[in-house]
């Protein structure tokens, strides 16, 4: 989009226009204080209206964890891994958080048009919000997750400090995928629809509820393409460290460092192409 002549002759800036990526990227950080309160309203706007209030953060994935582990708990018979509820809280727990993330994110632009279209500021601000306010839900899921990892005989123990870095790469990679969604659903507003559908994939897939090298023993190829799924990396890091789960390659590591920095700086750049156009489509 080009400037008309008068403007150019005065060296007057756009209205709206997109700056640059590093202008951008300083602009969004000066607008976290922001983000945070934003995030923290949101989350206690939401539960508030329930009378149970918070307490739908945690009884939420404790019910999912308690119904799809009694189906696929019965449906797995002798391919259940051992340990399966502790096995199966685990996965939802972590799962819950991407979920979280990836729906939130898709409705970040969409679903507060009013606001894109009335006030001058980082749109990224809002997905990124999204992202912080599921984070603070995951937060309190922890808490929660220790006391019940107790009654199934898991105590906590200096192997539950690696939960640390695979939070924050966990965090970083879901923090892309909100900026990826936040955009696609702008464009193409059908897919808030097909979102839901995907999201169901991915949980029956990443290994929530099954453990993929006792279902898919005589699928290699398939199984080896495991080994490079970020979702199911971070499920069996975490089980293997928090209830001494079966053992995983140390490359895991570097590959979900790396995916969550691809994801998480190419989601901000995916998004930032398209600053101008929200709230204008």
């Not at 209205?15 to 945070?36: H, K, L, N, T």
């Not at 509820?85 to 799962?95: C, K, R």
């Not at 995951?138 to 906590?156: D, N, R, S, Y």
Request: net charge positive; charged share 15%.
């Amino acid at each position: 989009m080009s400037s008309p002549p008068s403007a150019q002759a005065w060296d007057l800036p756009r209205v709206g226009a997109r700056p640059s990526f590093p202008a951008y990227v300083a602009e969004v950080w000066r607008r976290r204080d922001f983000i945070v309160t934003m995030a923290r309203f949101r989350m206690r706007a939401g539960l508030e209206s329930n009378r149970l209030g918070i307490a739908w953060v945690v009884l939420r994935p404790i019910l999912n964890a308690c119904i799809y582990g009694l189906i696929f708990g019965l449906l797995q018979a002798g391919n259940r891994p051992p340990d399966y509820p502790a096995y199966v809280v685990v996965g939802v727990f972590l799962f819950e958080f991407f979920q979280g993330c990836f729906n939130d994110g898709s409705k970040a632009i969409s679903g507060n048009r009013n606001l894109v279209q009335s006030l001058a500021f980082p749109r990224m601000t809002l997905p990124l919000a999204a992202t912080v306010e599921r984070f603070l839900q995951f937060l309190i899921m922890l808490v929660v997750l220790i006391p019940i990892l107790m009654v199934f005989g898991h105590f906590p123990s200096w192997h539950w400090l690696v939960m640390i870095p695979l939070v924050a790469c966990f965090t970083l990679f879901n923090a892309g995928i909100a900026l990826i969604t936040a955009r696609l659903t702008v464009h193409v507003a059908d897919l808030t629809q097909l979102l839901p559908f995907i999201s169901r994939i991915l949980f029956y897939t990443s290994g929530v509820l099954f453990a993929v090298d006792r279902i898919l023993a005589n699928h290699p190829a398939v199984l080896r393409a495991y080994d490079f799924y970020p979702l199911y990396q971070v499920l069996e890091i975490a089980r293997h460290h928090l209830i001494g789960g079966s053992d995983y390659p140390s490359y895991y590591w570097g590959v979900l460092a790396l995916s969550s920095i691809l994801v998480f700086f190419g989601g901000a750049v995916f998004f930032w192409r398209a600053e101008e156009r929200y709230g204008r489509d």
